[in-house]
């Protein structure tokens, strides 16, 4: 039987293992934060900022930006209800209150009238997630937020190569954060990064990062803030130099899988993969299909079709007012339709054309199916 196809994996090549090799041997003593600093600079200079701070992961990015924005107990912050659990723990653990919002059902993003009508005296803040690569209507979501004087946060975590009107994911809000996951465009194997161009909340999220010690403070291990501990290694950093040197070939290599995917499948009645507006370009991070209901096609009838045949069979995110440790929000009719009847397709920089005539012929084998069933 052909390998099994993952709906994603990392491209490492000898660059990364020589930039990893050589920070674990030497990057330490007065070396220690070499490659953190060539990457934090690399990846503002990527993005588009003024600051970045890498961080372990997203989530510790979402969370201290959160903490300078002085976000807590009896806020709220709104977010689409289509969304991994990652984007929502920071906000309850800040004693905040994530509102959850239905999404269009085109971008999968978080509908812009639904944030507005969401909007109350306690909200602190609208947490714009990029969906899969797809981009939020930056347009709307931040004039909203000059409206109501309230921040708009990226959580651009799927959106490395993605950028709306010639701005990058993760560089319009008040501050981005990034995933550089083992799944993720660019990878560090665990880690992230918060983007912003204020210096205020740069100076306080940089604070509360390392255990709350402020940079200034010459008194040896005397914390001036109660912080977090969400610092990134500088042998991951040493990984992700690598990878941002090599960062146009990874864009282009999720935009060919998905060229590909587009052209197979793009032409099938009833099937919406990922949008590309006019003013947008998709970094692809994750090629879904979306199914018509009309179809039948459900996403169990997908994963017992892809499974069998050795491929990666990836659900579309849950609305997180489904789990139990949330209120359900059935009102939200996309967040709880879609899910239903759609697929993340796999994507990896160095699928080959047999690969992905493996996914797109199992795929339109159960839609030929499906046709000639109705």
Same mark, same amino acid.
């Given at each position: 039987?052909?390998?099994?196809?993952?709906?994603?994996?990392?491209?490492?090549?000898?660059?990364?293992?020589e930039?990893?090799?050589?920070a674990?041997?030497?990057?330490w003593?007065?070396?220690?934060?070499?490659?953190?600093?060539?990457f934090?600079?690399?990846?503002?200079?990527?993005?588009?900022?003024?600051y970045?701070?890498?961080?372990s992961?997203?989530?510790?990015?979402?969370?201290?930006?959160?903490?300078?924005?002085?976000?807590?107990?009896?806020?709220?912050?709104?977010?689409?209800?289509?969304n991994?659990i990652?984007?929502?723990?920071?906000?309850?653990?800040?004693?905040?209150?994530?509102?959850?919002v239905?999404?269009?059902?085109?971008?999968?993003?978080?509908?812009?009238?639904?944030?507005?009508?969401?909007?109350?005296?306690r909200?602190?803040a @609208?947490? *714009?997630v990029h969906?899969?690569?797809? $981009?939020?209507?930056? &347009?709307? #979501?931040? %004039?909203?937020?000059? !409206?109501?004087?309230?921040?708009?946060?990226?959580?651009?975590?799927?959106?490395i190569?993605?950028?709306?009107?010639?701005?990058?994911?993760?560089?319009?809000?008040?501050?981005g954060?990034?995933?550089?996951?083992?799944?993720?465009?660019l990878?560090?194997?665990?880690?992230?990064?918060?983007?912003?161009?204020?210096?205020?909340l740069?100076?306080?999220?940089?604070?509360l990062?390392?255990?709350?010690?402020?940079?200034?403070?010459?008194?040896?291990?005397?914390?001036?803030?109660?912080?977090?501990?969400?610092?990134?290694?500088? @042998?991951? *950093?040493?990984?992700?130099?690598?990878? $941002?040197?090599?960062? &146009?070939? #990874?864009? %282009?290599?999720?935009? !060919?899988?998905?060229?590909?995917?587009?052209?197979?499948l793009?032409?099938?009645?009833g099937?919406?993969?990922?949008?590309?507006?006019?003013?947008v370009?998709?970094?692809?991070?994750?090629?879904?299909?979306?199914?018509?209901r009309?179809?039948g096609?459900?996403?169990?009838?997908l994963?017992?079709?892809?499974?069998?045949?050795?491929?990666?069979?990836r659900?579309?995110?849950?609305p997180?007012?489904?789990?139990?440790?949330?209120?359900?929000?059935?009102?939200?009719?996309n967040?709880?339709?879609?899910?239903?009847?759609?697929?993340?397709?796999?994507?990896?920089?160095d699928m080959?054309?047999?690969?992905?005539d493996?996914?797109?012929?199992?795929?339109? !084998?159960?839609?030929?199916?499906?046709?000639?069933a109705?």
């Amino acid at each position: 039987m052909s390998a099994r196809i993952h709906y994603t994996k990392p491209s490492i090549t000898d660059l990364e293992v020589e930039y990893a090799a050589d920070a674990a041997r030497h990057g330490w003593g007065e070396r220690c934060y070499e490659y953190l600093g060539r990457f934090e600079q690399g990846f503002r200079q990527h993005i588009g900022t003024e600051y970045a701070i890498a961080t372990s992961s997203c989530t510790g990015a979402l969370h201290i930006g959160m903490a300078a924005l002085g976000i807590g107990p009896g806020d709220e912050v709104i977010m689409a209800d289509t969304n991994w659990i990652a984007s929502a723990a920071p906000i309850v653990h800040l004693g905040a209150k994530p509102v959850f919002v239905d999404i269009q059902p085109d971008s999968w993003c978080a509908d812009p009238a639904h944030v507005e009508a969401a909007i109350t005296s306690r909200t602190k803040a @609208i947490l *714009a997630v990029h969906l899969y690569g797809n $981009l939020c209507d930056m &347009d709307r #979501l931040l %004039a909203i937020g000059d !409206r109501h004087g309230i921040p708009v946060i990226e959580d651009a975590a799927e959106a490395i190569g993605s950028s709306y009107r010639g701005k990058r994911a993760g560089s319009m809000g008040t501050f981005g954060a990034f995933s550089f996951h083992g799944t993720k465009t660019l990878t560090t194997g665990e880690g992230g990064m918060l983007v912003t161009n204020d210096p205020k909340l740069y100076e306080t999220a940089i604070t509360l990062s390392n255990h709350g010690r402020h940079a200034k403070q010459s008194k040896q291990f005397w914390p001036d803030l109660l912080g977090f501990k969400y610092k990134m290694s500088n @042998i991951q *950093a040493a990984i992700g130099c690598a990878q $941002l040197e090599r960062i &146009d070939e #990874l864009i %282009a290599g999720k935009r !060919r899988v998905f060229e590909e995917y587009r052209s197979a499948l793009g032409g099938l009645a009833g099937v919406a993969l990922n949008p590309e507006a006019e003013h947008v370009r998709n970094g692809y991070w994750m090629p879904t299909a979306v199914f018509d209901r009309d179809l039948g096609i459900t996403r169990e009838s997908l994963q017992a079709a892809l499974n069998p045949e050795g491929i990666d069979a990836r659900v579309f995110f849950h609305p997180l007012s489904s789990l139990s440790m949330f209120e359900p929000c059935p009102r939200n009719v996309n967040a709880y339709d879609i899910p239903e009847r759609a697929i993340n397709l796999p994507s990896y920089h160095d699928m080959t054309q047999v690969d992905l005539d493996r996914v797109t012929d199992a795929v339109q !084998r159960l839609y030929g199916a499906s046709s000639h069933a109705r």
